[in-house]
């Protein structure tokens, strides 16, 4: 006979300040995210590879977040030391993206690049599933809604700063726009990569001192405690909690294929589709193509900060109408969005275009969360955010191996093809969000 499990104690409460205190580290954490949107394809263009390869060069953030995150989940959820249960892994993880962005603008050949964006994305994915075990933890049900579009908000304000920042450089600080350094990588992105070094381990530290985790209570020190901490326990823990998965969650998984495959397409090739339809070049050695690079900074700003704005926005809608509802008006948004831009040949129209891309983009960095978070147990919280992160990385590995092959012989070597295929795709996944928007409100 199994005894009852006792319901979980209320947490204290925090004010609006300390939820956007506690978020503040992913400021930084989405700014190193937001550099790379914005800049590796650029960088492998200056370094001389091939349009082609583009996909799998960036194949680190998707393999790295399949391994590490479900295995830094697993274990921050057994781990009980004196500086918490998921920051020892916040400050691993930030060390390493502090490192991989100083030195990625460095570089001088395309391995050194691909070596670099590795230590990248495995410090982006030891910090990132404890950070969202973390507010999960520290907020009761009815401030969650709250505290994961509030991380999303913040999302949007990083990414929108990151993306930004080279045009700020050149504009108002007078950094050339053809310096180079070494590797043909503009000054301009040497600099805005080391603001996002110091940012990456400064805005972590603000959060970790201002807004601690909750000290464990005795019974879960306990029941840590008695878990085992061998690799073998925590692979079990995987599996385990995989095959008990929340209904909810399985039926997330066509939605991300989707949305994850779309967004994939955008950040590989939009800078080469406006390289094309505005300026008129695909040849990243020509000053046309760094104004395309700077362009498409000052949309993915513009469209951040429509993420931003929107973000905020929802938590009300959400609790009102559903976050599974609303995901699905969102991506359609988003959907139409990139189906409109390759057709695009004024710069200021692709403003326009750019408040579906961020509407979108502010959903899916929040809603899907509000969604897992009504639905998985409080003690595989770790876990199960590093498994619904597999639903990210699994659809960015099917991009990289498809894109690549079918980027010269199915989609022409035309980068606005590709942001065709995207805008379908984010369709798909707004169907496929609508139809599980009962077993989210079942579950809440």
Not at 346 to 368: H, Q, R, T
């Amino acid at each position: 006979m199994t005894s009852t499990p006792k319901p979980p104690l209320p947490k204290p409460r925090l004010t609006v300040a300390q939820i956007f205190q506690m978020n503040l580290g992913f400021l930084g954490l989405q700014f190193s995210f937001g550099l790379q949107q914005a800049n590796m394809a650029p960088i492998w263009g200056y370094l001389g590879a091939e349009e082609a390869n583009f996909a799998w060069l960036g194949i680190a953030g998707p393999l790295t977040g399949l391994i590490v995150q479900p295995l830094i989940g697993s274990m921050s959820d057994r781990t009980s030391s004196r500086w918490g249960r998921r920051t020892p892994y916040f400050l691993i993880g930030a060390i390493m993206c502090c490192i991989g962005l100083f030195f990625m603008p460095l570089s001088a050949s395309i391995i050194m690049a691909f070596s670099l964006l590795f230590l990248l994305d495995v410090g982006n994915n030891v910090t990132m599933e404890p950070y969202r075990a973390y507010v999960n933890d520290r907020l009761n049900a009815d401030q969650r809604s709250f505290g994961f579009l509030s991380q999303s908000a913040f999302t949007g304000l990083a990414q929108c700063l990151a993306y930004l920042s080279p045009t700020i450089l050149v504009f108002l600080f007078g950094l050339s726009r053809d310096a180079t350094s070494s590797g043909n990588i503009p000054t301009f992105t040497l600099v805005s990569f080391w603001i996002g070094a110091a940012l990456s381990i400064g805005t972590i530290l603000w959060s970790i001192l201002r807004v601690p985790e909750l000290p464990l209570s005795a019974d879960e020190k306990v029941r840590i405690a008695a878990l085992p901490k061998t690799a073998g326990a925590t692979l079990r823990e995987i599996l385990d909690a995989i095959r008990e998965m929340p209904h909810a969650m399985r039926t997330m998984a066509v939605m991300s294929l989707f949305q994850w495959y779309a967004m994939s397409g955008y950040w590989g090739y939009v800078t080469n589709s406006i390289s094309r339809s505005v300026y008129d070049t695909a040849d990243a050695s020509t000053a046309a193509y760094r104004e395309a690079v700077l362009t498409n900074g000052q949309v993915g700003a513009f469209f951040n900060l429509i993420a931003f704005i929107s973000a905020l926005a929802m938590a009300p809608i959400a609790r009102k109408i559903g976050a599974g509802r609303l995901h699905a008006v969102c991506l359609i948004f988003a959907g139409i969005a990139m189906l409109v831009i390759p057709q695009i040949g004024d710069k200021s129209l692709l403003f326009v275009a750019a408040i579906g891309i961020g509407i979108g983009w502010g959903s899916i960095m929040g809603n899907p969360y509000i969604i897992l978070a009504d639905t998985i147990p409080p003690e595989r919280t770790g876990v199960y955010m590093g498994i619904f992160n597999m639903f990210i990385c699994v659809p960015m590995l099917i991009y990289a191996g498809t894109m690549t092959f079918a980027y010269d012989t199915l989609l022409g070597g035309d980068a606005r093809n590709v942001l065709i295929v995207s805008g379908i795709c984010m369709l798909i996944a707004a169907i496929a969000v609508y139809r599980i928007r009962e077993g989210r409100a079942k579950s809440a």
